[in-house]
């Protein structure tokens, strides 16, 4: 059996598959070559992230596809109810990449509470003729430890953020539709472990408590952050966006920043994907990242190796 990993998969995944018979081509093939290159190989499965669709029409045109996998969590850019309807197994990675997302959302954090984001262009340019005035600009920063983290989407990168914010001494509130309660199990290093439960409460109120809020939904049909919701939220509020551009009023985050509501945000996605707004990428308040949360070299082997086992459990 053939298996395309579109967009990439790590070695372990590519050996767990090739032990188990399976040829695994990594060949990057564009959009709209997909559906010739994938029936005149008779590719069984394609593995994708976020940059490849597999809508309703590529799956209707290539019959031998037998498997549609995700490396990731977020499904949006696969029609998965046409392809399950059509007995094609749909998997997706849901833990993999947990991890990686919780921790660049504090990348995000901690670098825009101590101006890191502006200071990493200011200090090469002018860090020679400029030292002290930068350092007053940027010596009035602010410290985490204290402060109340809203999380909006409780699931599992909802979670791993939790115990980061916890572990450095975060108050930690969170919002979501579905879990209305959940432990959240510190462990050390040394083997020790602190668990903490955590209530949800109304979006709403995350939004007036929260000094940061953090976002970990799937994409939304609507804005999920509008300007009504900004309005809510304390001023000098930080916002970080890890999940979907969707879910997040581009235009109502830069009034808020240009009105001083919002005192900065960490977006690594964007609504209009590749090629975000130029007012997004020339604003000094936002901390920018090309859509990375799942990037990280750890992330990429438990996604290559689970979606390999996967295949392997289910077309061996």
């Given at each position: 059996m053939k298996i395309l990993a579109n967009d990439g998969i790590s070695q372990n995944g590519v050996e767990i598959l090739e032990k188990a018979g399976f040829e695994t081509l990594t060949t990057k093939v564009a959009q709209n070559q997909l559906e010739n290159f994938i029936n005149e190989n008779q590719i069984d499965g394609i593995l994708v992230r976020s940059s490849?669709?597999?809508?309703?029409?590529?799956?209707?045109?290539?019959?031998?596809?037998?498997?549609?996998?995700?490396?990731?969590?977020?499904?949006?850019?696969?029609?998965?109810?046409?392809?399950?309807?059509?007995?094609?197994h749909v998997i997706n990675t849901p833990e993999a990449s947990s991890n990686s997302v919780a921790e660049l959302v504090f990348a995000h954090l901690f670098g825009m509470a101590r101006f890191l984001h502006q200071s990493n262009r200011e200090m090469p340019l002018e860090g020679d003729s400029r030292?002290?005035?930068?350092?007053?600009?940027?010596?009035?920063?602010?410290?985490?430890?204290?402060?109340?983290?809203?999380?909006?989407?409780f699931g599992r990168i909802g979670k791993e953020t939790a115990k980061i914010a916890l572990g450095i001494g975060m108050n930690v509130i969170a919002s979501d539709p579905v879990v209305q309660s959940s432990v959240i199990t510190l462990d050390f290093f040394n083997g020790q472990k602190?668990?903490?439960?955590?209530?949800?409460?109304?979006?709403?109120?995350?939004?007036?408590?929260?000094?940061?809020?953090?976002?970990?939904t799937p994409s939304q049909n609507k804005y999920l952050i509008d300007e009504s919701d900004i309005e809510m939220m304390k001023n000098n509020v930080g916002i970080i966006n890890t999940s979907r551009g969707s879910v997040l009023n581009?235009?109502?985050?830069?009034?808020?920043?240009?009105?001083?509501?919002?005192?900065?945000?960490?977006?690594?996605?964007?609504?209009?994907?590749?090629?975000p707004e130029i007012q997004l990428l020339m604003n000094p308040?936002?901390?920018?990242?090309?859509?990375?949360?799942?990037?990280?070299?750890?992330?990429?082997?438990?996604?290559?190796?689970?979606?390999?086992?996967?295949?392997?459990?289910?077309?061996?």
């Open positions: 490849t669709e597999v809508r309703q029409e590529l799956i209707e045109a290539c019959p031998s596809i037998k498997l549609i996998g995700r490396g990731g969590v977020g499904m949006d850019n696969i029609d998965v109810q046409f392809a399950e309807d059509q007995g094609i030292f002290k005035e930068l350092k007053k600009m940027y010596g009035n920063g602010i410290e985490l430890r204290g402060k109340t983290l809203g999380i909006i989407g602190i668990s903490i439960a955590i209530d949800t409460i109304s979006k709403q109120e995350v939004l007036k408590e929260a000094d940061f809020i953090t976002i970990h581009e235009v109502a985050l830069v009034n808020a920043i240009e009105q001083g509501k919002v005192i900065f945000a960490g977006l690594d996605v964007f609504e209009k994907e590749p090629t308040e936002l901390s920018l990242t090309p859509h990375i949360g799942a990037a990280t070299k750890e992330a990429q082997e438990r996604i290559g190796a689970e979606l390999a086992l996967q295949i392997v459990q289910l077309l061996s």
